[in-house]
Structures are given as C-alpha cells and as structure tokens.
C-alpha cells in the first residue's frame, strides 16, 4: 500500500444500528469534518429502506451478500441483493472510483466497546489496529472469520474492517457511543492523513487481539424454543475470560449451565440480539498477541 | 372488588420484548408457580406471530387495537385487529372466564427500573401498588393516560395494569430482568392471595406515583428526520428531576438543547426505541404523592 487515495465510510448496513447511520447523516450535512488534505472520503448509507423502517434489513441481512458468486448471480433479486450489488458499483474494484479502505460502522446489544472487527492480517490493518488501541483502552482487536469469500460489505476493500460499538439497543440512538465512534473515526482519518506524508513512526509494538475459534448457540428444545438464558454473571462481560466450569447459560426453570470446554476463551457477542436468528448466543475467540 | 377469582398474565404483546414473552413460557412449562390456593391464574402469549418473528408487531401496534369501537369494528382485518378481538374473547367482560385482574407484561429501552403503568386509580390498584413499592425501591407506578376510551390491552379488566421493565434491549432476553420482573409476579400474586383471605392489613399509607402530563418529540428537519439525540445527562435518567434550563438533547453537530419548561418534571420512557416511530423522545411526568 504505497498511498491511500479514497476512503469509505458506510453507517447503516443494518438499518436498526442507529449510531452509524446518524454519522453518515451528520458527515453528510457537515463534509469538511471527515476531509484530509491527501485523500477523499465517501459517505454511504448501507441499507436505506431498512433504516427509514427501522429494521435490521428488508429481505435478507446484507451484510451477508457480499460473496463474489452472489454478487454476479442475477437471479437473486431480493432488495439487499440489488443492493449489495449496488454497493459494489460504488466501492468494489470494478468501479471508477474504487476505494482503497472501507469502514463499515455497527452496534451491538453485546459489551463490545469500541471493537475493530478485521478480516485480514494485512500489515496495514494490524499497525493501524495498534495505533488505535494504544490510544484508547476502549478499543478491541477482533479477528471474526477468514476474509478470503467474505460475504461482508467490508470484504469489497482488502483494508475493509467493521466497527462495532456497544451495549447499544436496536432502535435507539445513543448519544455518548455516538460520540465516541465519532472520535475513533476522526482517529482514523488523522492516522490515515500521516500515513500518506509518511510521518507513522516505526515501532516495536504488540497488538492484542481476540480470534474467533467458535460460536455456542441457546439451549432449545425440539421445536428449537429457547430454553436458556446468558447467565447473569455472563452478560456483558465481553472479552473477559471464560473458564472451563464457570456459568454461561441459566435455564428458564433456574439451574445454571457451565461452560464444557477444556481451556479459557473470550466470548464476545454475548446476547446479541441480532444473533437469535442465526443460532449464536456469543462468539468464542482465544486472546493472541502479535509482534508488530 | 369483594374476590380475586381469576387473575390474567399476558407477555409478548410486544414480540420483541422477550422477559415477559419468555416467562409466559415458563409458567405454561411449571403452572405450579403462579398457582394460588384462592384464585386461578391464566397465562396469555400475546402477540405469538410477531414473538416469532421477533418484532414488535406484524401489521400494527397490538397494544393499540383495544378501543372498544376497534374491537366492534369487523372491517379491521390486520393480524393485531384480528388478534385483539381473539384476546378480547379469551379475557373480557363477554367472556365466560372473564378475569379480575391483568398483569401485562413488557420491557423498554428506557431505564425504568420496575414499573407499574396505571390506568386508573381503582383503591384495590393504588394499594396493590404501594405494596410492591413499599418492598422494593426499584418499583415505580406511574400513570400514563386515563383509562375510559383507552386502546390498551390492560383495558380489558378494571384492573388491568402493565409491567414495564427496563433497560433492556429489543430481541433480548436478559436474566437479571427476567428473575426481578418473575419476583415481582410472585409478590403480586401472594398479595392476591391475602387480599382473598382478607389479610391485608389496614395501613396509613402514602404512594408516591408520577403523573403523565406530556410528551417530547425530538428535534426534526422539515423532512421528518431527527436531527438531536438523547443528551448524554439525561439518557437512562428516568424518574430524575429536570429542571429547566437542564440540557434534554444533543444535536448532531454537537450543541445542547435545554428542557424550556417552567416546571421541574420526571421524564419517563427517555429514548425508548419504539417511539421513535411514535414521535416521542421522551414522556413528561409530575411527582405526586397519595394518602391511602
């Protein structure tokens, strides 16, 4: 990467994570907040329709129709298929003004804080992910899946990268995250600024991150009803380690479930709503350092 | 009221307010726990498609479809028009299990603690109420609107009454809420059962309530989109003081707003998520107190 010359910012691919839509809407009205002397930003809204509606999506989960195969079959024709495909136009690599980093801004009902989601081990990323937790403790490193056949939005840009900020509730927009991804954003570009006048000092650093090794659905029953709940002393205890015996599920009738597996992990997306339809009741991810 | 012979708890009004949808389901898995010696008690999953579903509603507000002229009215066809008549039928005055008693059950995004939303003040509520708050700090009573003409589900029993619990996010099911509001049920439903063996005691009392008196929209564009939020001071400040001159929002671009009453007021209901279709950022209320 010798330059970045364009940058997106996407807010609302979910149409119910208000903090990112609302940025959008105020980099929209206010330009010159997110313009840096060496590089253009773009601001997108992800999902119209479902934010005017105030759902998570209309047909289907965008964020989930991004793989390259889906994006050239032109027999899928629900909305966030057009859209996905839309997206692509603007930001992919067959567009004109394709764009060299995308940040895709989420929320979530889980105690993530300020976490950096990255698809990819990309120099690049790892060194801007340092920087930026270095500066904040509120800031996550979080490795989700492999990049290579994301369906993601971000997987439109080899420096694609997610923000997900919370506890946050669907629906509601909450002044003091959007505050703070406001700040991390304006970190971004200014790191971004110093990059292209190749003033990022060199540094021996280490970056902490989490990387996912899998997911733990609710306990159901044969009609797959859920018959648990994240146990109290769980929730919202994002990142914290989890060890082999402690409580991660209290069933309906009051009996507490532990966690079977044999060594410590760091759930994250604990009790996130949007993640009862997919069968994931948290993300489990083991904490790793690197040496920049 | 000389005998509490059947009482209702209705859950899933809302579908995506999961403690009270979620506990309908474990009393229909142990009815032994809401079972008392002098009276019966019904379980009623509300809204069982939008439960499903996971939203709010299929078609339109259910718990707005209980005017008694919609009720008569068979030209509403929507799945909650259609939905309140069946509830109508299963718990109302036409009914033959008529009940005495509705304990509607929901959650907000707001901080509301325990919340007793009255309709009326019938003498057997008002107690009833400065019991629970007498047990348990975190339970309010407030009064929203008159109940004569009112289209709420509790309007089916004179006394009907909802249970508002919060904050909690849409499309959760936190635990921690889910065992106060259980508790909560249980209290209520014991002191049913003394109210029937008459052994409630004859009290000087006071109850301290918070009167409706208004409500605030937040600060539109001329196209209808929000351009403040919630200020920071005052998100998850429910049943706080404000006085005027404090700041109530935010705008996007970073200036506060103050609250232009002349009055100091109890804002309830701060951000909840669905209202934001509703145009309301917030309810207004006044703090009185009641002699027994």
């Known amino acids: ?48 329709q479902a934010f005017t509606a105030g759902k998570r999506y209309i047909d289907k989960d965008l964020n989930r129709c991004f793989f390259i195969d889906n994006l050239l079959d032109s027999r899928l024709s629900s909305y966030e298929d057009i859209r996905a495909k839309a997206i692509e136009q603007i930001l992919g690599q067959k567009s004109n003004s394709q764009v060299d980093l995308i940040i895709d801004l989420h929320s979530t009902t889980a105690n993530m804080g300020l976490s950096l989601m990255l698809g990819s081990h ?23 899946q492999p990049e290579k056949g994301s369906n993601f939005l971000r997987s439109l840009s080899e420096l694609g990268f997610v923000i997900e900020v919370g506890p946050v509730a669907q629906g509601v927009l909450n002044a003091e995250w ?36 899998g997911a733990i659905d609710y306990p159901r029953n044969e009609y797959g009803e859920i018959q648990a709940m994240i146990h109290p002393q769980l929730q919202f205890r994002d ?25 410590t992990v760091y759930p994250v997306f604990i009790n996130e709503a949007a993640y009862y339809e997919k069968g994931i009741a948290m993300c489990l991810t083991e904490k790793q350092v690197y040496s920049l």
């Open 1 to 48: 990467m010798n330059q970045i010359n364009r940058v997106a910012i996407v807010g609302g691919t979910h149409g119910n994570e208000f903090t990112g839509a609302y940025l959008i809407k105020k980099f929209e009205q206010i330009p010159a907040l997110i313009q840096r002397p060496s590089f253009e930003t773009l601001t997108l809204l992800g999902n119209p």
């Open 122 to 144: 990309h120099p690049f990323l790892l060194k801007l992910a340092a920087y930026l937790s270095s500066r904040n403790s509120q800031v996550r490193v979080c490795y989700t």
């Open 178 to 213: 959007f505050q703070k991804t406001e700040e991390l954003i304006h970190n971004i570009l200014n790191y971004l600024e110093k990059y292209n006048q190749n003033l990022i000092p060199q540094t021996n650093e280490t970056l902490t991150y989490y990387q996912y090794v």
């Open 239 to 263: 990142y914290q380690p989890l060890n082999p015996g402690d409580p991660i599920f209290l069933t309906l009738d009051g009996k507490a479930i532990a966690y079977e597996g044999t060594s």
